[in-house]
Each structure stands twice: as C-alpha cells, then as structure tokens.
C-alpha cells in the first residue's frame, strides 16, 4: 500500500494504472494506496460486481475498475466507459480488457511469492 501511496502523490490527473495479478494478489489494495496517496476518504473496496467504482472526495477523482468478468470489450462501450478517460481524473483498472488505453499508462504487477509478501514491477 506503501509503494502505491509514494507513487499516486505525484499525480496530476490523467493518469491510467494497469494492475496485473492473480486472484489475491494485491490489486485492490494496491488500488487503496493510491487513494491514500490522493487523499480520498472513502473506504476503497472492489469492484468486482459494479464494474466501476468513483471516489470524488480526493486531490483527484478516482475511477476504480474491474473488469475480470467482462467478456467482450464492446460491455464497456455500453456503459460509457469514454467518459471516465479525461485529464482530470485517475483511473485505476483490474483485469484490463480495453485493446486502447488511454492516458499516462502505468502499468503495475503484483505476484505473490509468499502469504505477506508481493513482488511489484512498476514500469
């Protein structure tokens, strides 16, 4: 959660982070550090069953995304998934499946090498 605070504090709005990693791994916590990192005070939880989750009350709205359970790219079109890629915002997505992120793509991998430790490439 540490690595991902550091990381969001210098973020000025635009940027996309891609996490990668098997069920477990970290993804959403790593999704809760940077909305510590953009001072948000709502209580960051998965998305599994929304699809998207908003957080407005931070520097940075954050758009929180899981999108393991979507099957076709064109399920995003259909929920309007445009309007969430502005300069304005941050948006962090599990499980991606958009062919044309846009953005300042960071993309993140998490990989479990014991029950408390991860291994996390940033690049």
Known sequence: ME???SLAIS???GETILL???LGAGKTVFA???AQGL???????????MLVREYHSGLLPLYHFDMYRITDES???????????????VRVIEWNKLKD???KIITVK???????????EIF
């Open 39 to 49: 001072e948000i005070s709502e209580n960051i939880v998965s998305p599994t069953f």
């Open 75 to 89: 399920e995003l079109t259909e929920i309007g998934i445009d309007e969430y890629f502005d300069d304005n915002s």
């Open 20 to 22: 990668y990693g098997e």
């Open 32 to 34: 809760k550090g940077i």
């Open 101 to 103: 992120v846009r953005g």
């Open 11 to 13: 973020f000025k709005g």
């Open 3 to 5: 690595i991902a605070r």
């Open 110 to 120: 998490i990989e479990t090498v014991g029950e408390n430790e991860r291994w996390i």
